[in-house]
């Protein structure tokens, strides 16, 4: 992975890392993926959808375009909401797969330092406290992960998941969405497999369409106030920056 190195006891073991001081990284990002566990607390304030990449449905929230950017981040770099997704507050840090399947931890190589920051690991050669908590969070993350992809998979091998239509836009090109016009027409078995975590995606996707409009709104107000950003704040809240959130099943 290109400007990912993994972290290692004898390659890093007196190396610090720089911890993530604002979201400017994500600046070019259209979209963000989300987890099953954070439904509710992205529901009230994301457009969801869905991403097809190598044959598998990705849920993904809708960050939209501005100049300069995506609309949930201030130009200074603070997030413009009351949820950040947790695929974006694991940076600078990541799960990489070795060729065995299994995990290792990985850093953005600008965020790694042998000058100051936080250390890595301790003097006995294990994870720091901050290092540690921060994979168990990635651990997290990856282990619910695994369940949203096989529920958006369940979704999508009963037809249930489409092309977003055209005429939404050019913000919908290439994203796909719940068709709930399917799911009233599969039979009783098919649509009782899907009870549980794929429909409670399937719902919020469909409920989250509510929010089209707000995205709109939040690009024309950036714009509007991209002169004095200090304004926005109490326009769009402010930031969910804890390692955790409750997972649901």
């Not at 929230?61 to 949820?83: A, E, M, T």
């Not at 070795?98 to 250390?119: A, K, N, S």
């Not at 003097?123 to 908590?133: I, P, R, W, Y």
């Amino acid at each position: 992975m290109a400007d990912w190195v993994t972290v290692s006891r004898t390659d890093h073991a007196n190396s610090g890392f720089l911890p993530r001081v604002d979201y400017l990284f994500s600046e070019d990002k259209p979209i963000a993926p989300l987890l099953v566990s954070e439904l509710s607390h992205a529901l009230p304030h994301y457009v969801m959808g869905f991403v097809k990449s190598a044959d598998q449905f990705h849920l993904v929230v809708l960050l939209g375009r501005r100049q300069g950017g995506h609309v949930y981040v201030h130009p200074d770099g603070r997030w413009l909401g009351s949820y950040v997704p947790a695929a974006l507050r694991g940076y600078p840090f990541a799960l990489g797969r070795t060729d065995e399947g299994g995990h290792v931890l990985q850093i953005h190589e600008q965020h790694l330092t042998t000058e100051g920051g936080e250390p890595l690991f301790n003097t006995e050669g294990e994870l720091s406290v901050k290092a540690q908590g921060i994979v168990d969070f990635l651990t997290q993350c990856e282990k619910n992960r695994q369940v949203t992809l096989k529920a958006c998979s369940a979704l999508a091998d009963a037809g249930a998941i489409v092309p977003w239509e055209e005429g939404s836009g050019q913000w919908a090109k290439g994203l796909y969405r719940f068709d709930e016009n399917v799911l009233n027409a599969l039979s009783p078995s098919a649509y009782h497999s899907l009870r549980g975590v794929p429909m409670a995606i399937a719902h919020a996707q469909m409920f989250s369409m509510n929010q089209v409009e707000q995205l709109a709104q939040r690009a024309k107000l950036l714009e509007q106030y991209g002169q004095t950003p200090e304004n926005l704040d109490t326009l769009f809240g402010n930031d969910d920056d804890e390692l955790s959130f409750d997972f649901d099943s």
